[in-house]
């Protein structure tokens, strides 16, 4: 039992004073870095040092951005066919005072979704009054399938919830059993201050006094010192609390049927193709994911700040469709069609989930990208599974595809589906954590220990394949921004192509036993280099490109 509390108790509170690797090790070449980085620094100054380049934007379809962040303000998308604030929507776009983007999970009243539902949960309250009591010998084909979809959504629901409950209650235990531990040890410190040096000196043979010895000396820097122990109890109980928000969400707001937000959106939901819904409160009530992620892109270069984005010259389209929940089709459906709609080159998408309400309006909007030489960039998630066997959305494939003269499965031409790096090298190059799959997934990415803006003029580092997918997005933006004559297809070609090819095992993601050519993990075999990239485009002809942006999807 104490091996699994410490397990807990390690991943929970984690080290008082972390080890980061340097803020920018994903610039850093990976030959002569001890990193594998992507050469961002390398190819400026040895590529593009003397060439003119054009501004291009980025839709980041998030969480919403800080859009007066000192790293990001100067970069961010401007709609200048807009009068700011005046009311009116000046360009006729439909959209009142989009000056810097759009939420589309907000109300005409100012209002904002921050909490919302999974879509497990929403397709579970759409078919319960259907099939609580069915009999599925009585049904039809098409009832069937929606009956199946019922079974395995309530499974993940009722499972979900009653995970929850039970993670809830060992947390109180494990937390009881921590600030036991650690105040036994305390207390034969006989007053002297809690620091690394005086904690390892103590010998006891009392168990609880040995666990929380145990948990100090993993937690506890060489630098710490806490005076008392309410100093300490208050550092773990506020990393206990983490994990007890996580799952009272859970319950509260997730996995509960009866918590409905979208009231406050005030949009007739059932109309997936509605338009001009939303506000322009282009931050929302947490844009920590959507201005991380657009810091990778488009934090201003070389301006001695916080740090910087892939990207030169730049322009950061805000749309805000991801709430603390998952995204809805509508508004991913939405958000698509405003980006390319609105000049977006190249649209980042760091969200996914494992259901879909409405993949047909998605694929619409996917296409209409498509048509338009936008390539989209997504994240291929954080679940450490195989994309190949497993459903996650967005995807790539159009449910019914848009073949000629018959429906077919297809695929869009200019997406590209993004797993994880860590900071780390040889076997443990992938990151634990990343989703992977050598027909869905096309290339890897720097996505752990990365350092890039949060709101507030405020830097921090997060992991996930949110953060590979932004470094593509950032190298895309690159491309075409020195490259313009290049189209979507061929971007996406030539990250893939120059990619480097790890020849090398690595831990299976989810499975750290197991170990699995690295080229298994992917299309390409590969993971992004923005040097190669460059040369590569260097001696690529552009091809002509059509942009029709008409009236949306």
Request: charge should be negative; hydrophobic fraction near 35%.
């Amino acid at each position: 039992m104490k091996n699994i509390i410490f397990l807990m108790v390690f991943i929970l509170v984690g080290h008082l004073n972390a080890q980061h690797p340097p803020k920018d090790w994903y610039h850093n070449d990976p030959v002569t870095s001890e990193y594998q980085g992507i050469g961002t620094y390398k190819a400026y100054e040895e590529l593009l040092k003397n060439r003119s380049s054009v501004p291009v934007v980025v839709a980041v379809i998030d969480s919403g951005v800080d859009v007066e962040h000192e790293d990001l303000a100067t970069n961010m998308w401007v709609n200048a066919g807009e009068i700011p604030n005046n009311g009116v929507d000046d360009d006729n776009n439909g959209y009142v005072d989009d000056i810097h983007g759009w939420n589309f999970i907000g109300g005409k009243n100012g209002e904002n979704v921050n909490k919302d539902t999974y879509e497990a949960t929403r397709l579970y309250k759409k078919y319960h009054y259907k099939y609580k009591d069915a009999n599925e010998g009585n049904l039809s084909k098409d009832q069937k399938n929606e009956y199946k979809v019922y079974l395995k959504v309530k499974e993940e629901l009722e499972g979900k919830r009653k995970s929850a409950e039970t993670n809830i209650e060992k947390l109180k235990e494990q937390k009881e059993s921590v600030i036991a531990g650690i105040t036994s040890l305390v207390a034969l410190l006989d007053g002297k201050a809690i620091t690394k040096e005086n904690v390892s000196a103590i010998e006891t043979d009392d168990s609880g006094a040995a666990f929380g010895k145990n948990v100090l000396m993993r937690n506890l820097s060489d630098e710490d010192s806490f005076e008392t122990l309410d100093g300490i109890v208050t550092e773990i109980s506020d990393r206990f609390q983490g994990g007890f928000d996580h799952y009272q969400g859970q319950l509260d707001y997730a996995y509960n049927p009866d918590f409905e937000p979208r009231t406050i959106v005030g949009d007739n939901y059932g109309d997936v193709y509605e338009k001009g819904y939303g506000n322009n409160a282009f931050e929302g009530p947490d844009a920590l994911h959507g201005t991380h992620v657009a810091g990778i892109i488009g934090a201003v270069r070389n301006n001695e700040t916080g740090m910087d984005g892939v990207a030169a010259n730049v322009q950061i389209m805000t749309l805000r469709a991801v709430p603390d929940g998952d995204e809805r089709d509508k508004d991913v459906a939405n958000a698509i069609i405003y980006a390319v709609d609105n000049g977006a080159s190249i649209i980042n998408m760091s969200f996914g989930k494992g259901f879909s309400w409405n993949k047909k309006a998605v694929d619409e909007a996917v296409n209409y990208a498509t048509k338009n030489d936008v390539l989209l960039v997504h994240a291929a998630g954080n679940s450490a599974q195989n994309n190949d066997s497993s459903d996650n959305y967005p995807n790539d494939t159009y449910e019914k595809g848009f073949g000629f003269l018959f429906w077919k499965k297809k695929k869009s031409a200019t997406w590209i589906e993004v797993g994880a790096l860590s900071h780390k090298s040889d076997k443990e190059s992938v990151a634990s954590f990343s989703n992977y799959g050598k027909q869905n997934v096309d290339v890897f990415a720097p996505g752990q220990e990365i350092y890039s803006t949060l709101p507030d003029n405020e830097y921090q580092y997060l992991a996930g394949t949110s953060m590979a997918s932004p470094v593509i997005a950032g190298t895309a933006a690159l491309l075409r921004s020195y490259f313009p004559s290049l189209s979507a297809t061929q971007v996406k070609d030539i990250i893939m192509s120059s990619s480097d090819k790890l020849n090398i095992d690595v831990q299976l993601p989810g499975d750290k036993e197991k170990l699995v050519p690295f080229s298994e993990l992917s299309v390409s075999g590969g993971t992004v280099n923005a040097y190669k990239a460059v040369k590569m485009a260097m001696g690529t002809k552009g091809k002509k490109k059509v942009k029709t942006r008409s009236k949306g999807a």
